[in-house]
């Protein structure tokens, strides 16, 4: 036996125990197997003390009462529940018995008031962020981009794609992919945002979503660019437990640490800084010495630091080459924390900047929870999610992942629907089945 312990900075605590199979008399013929689709149970009341009443009932009559995958929208307060079993049935009975939103432990969701909709309570928005490059990246994309009917992304690499991070071109070009097929699956099942974000080179993808500029252009350039043009010699990144401000005080205050820069500001406590090998882990060895947790990290580029100015010349040409476009929905930059500008010298501009300034994560979304931006769909895999959780903290919000490295893509998928659905949303729940009769109605052309 083996029990293995992961601790996240996003405050993620995960622990597994692992035990060696029984041994058996040889492996005989394996018998096919047919995988069906996990049914999401879907009830909707005007009132929790209503909804309870449906519950109250033995678990094949909660079942039987669930509603369709197709019909009219419902109002009131709604309850999903992903492949329900009597434990999860349990746990809904008492998520809503105690009238409070839970949104999403044990694959259960319930709202008592919505945070999306047309008005009232439900009246906030939604907003798609794409994640950037992170230390895993093991995209599980295949079985959406079969299921669609579109091309599956050679540069996601499958569940061996976790080797790309130290390599920046390859890395970012799958993240790039992922966040595109992804973003197309969403619209197909009706989920369409009220603005779009990204995290690091996150945000080109969601210039791309918004169609800012398309995607072809962002192909041509990925496919012709050189990713050792990026490579600043003799840097590292670490990832520390702490806020922007407390970093920032250390580094203002140290003189040997003077090379040392914020390059991020994720979440309320965890900051990226870069700078020289020597010092970054200089740095990292006195928050340890505090009790904060620190961790050099495997990418070895100069991304959003000044130190980058020197080797910007292919991307500053290719940005001058892109032809711009009015975007479909406001793009958030997390350069500025605000919406884009409309002047396109301006956009140009910003899309340099952004690779010379820190990321402003945590106040780019706490400026659009305060412009009414309540639920956030992280449009590929990794835990930008989880920053977005610790910045918002208690408030009234909803975050969830559209691709997971637990789960197949569609089953992940599911559970987007079923969020988003609970909390006043109307996405089309048959779209993720296989028997939808035209999965083509809107074009993959982003």
Not at 235 to 264: K, P, T
Request: charged letters at 20%; glycine letters at 12%; aromatic letters at 6%.
């Amino acid at each position: 036996r083996a029990a293995v312990n992961a601790f996240g900075f996003g405050g993620i605590n995960a622990h597994v125990v692992l035990e060696q199979a029984p041994t058996g008399a040889g492996p005989g013929p394996v018998p096919a197997v047919v995988t069906e689709p996990e049914r999401v149970l879907r009830l909707a009341a005007d009132s929790p003390e209503q909804l309870a009443r449906l519950l109250a009932g033995d678990d094949r009559a909660v079942l039987a009462a669930g509603l369709p995958e197709r019909g009219a929208p419902v109002a009131g307060c709604r309850l999903a529940v992903v492949d329900p079993t009597a434990k999860q049935l349990a746990l809904a009975r008492r998520a809503v018995s105690r009238g409070r939103a839970w949104r999403g432990r044990g694959d259960v969701w319930f709202a008592p008031q919505p945070l999306l909709g047309t008005g009232g309570a439900g009246a906030g928005r939604l907003a798609f962020v794409f994640p950037g490059l992170e230390g895993e990246f093991v995209p599980r994309v295949d079985d959406v981009a079969d299921h669609f009917g579109l091309v599956r992304p050679a540069a996601a690499g499958g569940r061996g794609a976790a080797a790309q991070v130290g390599d920046i071109g390859r890395h970012g070009a799958g993240v790039v992919a992922v966040g595109r097929l992804l973003d197309t699956a969403l619209r197909r099942m009706g989920v369409r945002p009220d603005a779009v974000a990204g995290h690091s080179v996150g945000e080109w993808t969601a210039m791309i979503s918004a169609g800012l500029y398309s995607g072809a252009s962002v192909d041509s350039f990925l496919e012709s660019f050189d990713p050792e043009a990026l490579h600043v010699p003799g840097l590292s990144f670490a990832a520390l437990g702490a806020s922007a401000d407390q970093v920032g005080e250390v580094l203002r205050s140290s003189r040997d640490l003077a090379q040392v820069v914020l390059s991020h500001d994720n979440a309320p406590q965890q900051s990226i800084v870069c700078g020289p090998e020597e010092p970054v882990a200089e740095l990292v060895r006195r928050f340890r010495a505090r009790g904060v947790l620190g961790q050099v990290l495997p990418f070895r580029s100069g991304f959003h630091t000044p130190m980058l100015g020197p080797y910007l010349g292919p991307i500053r040409q290719a940005a001058d080459r892109f032809e711009l476009h009015p975007p479909s929905v406001p793009v958030w930059s997390g350069t500025t924390a605000s919406p884009f500008p409309a002047a396109e010298a301006e956009v140009r501009a910003l899309f340099v900047r952004h690779l010379l300034e820190p990321v402003r994560f945590r106040p780019l979304i706490e400026a659009m929870y305060a412009a009414g931006f309540r639920a956030f769909v992280q449009v590929g895999t990794g835990q930008v999610g989880s920053l977005v959780g610790d910045t918002l903290g208690g408030r009234e919000h909803l975050v969830v992942a559209a691709n997971s490295p637990h789960r197949d893509g569609l089953a992940q998928l599911r559970r987007v629907a079923a969020a988003l659905w609970a909390d006043g949303a109307e996405p089309d729940q048959a779209a993720l089945y296989p028997d939808r009769p035209d999965r083509s109605a809107e074009p993959a052309g982003r």
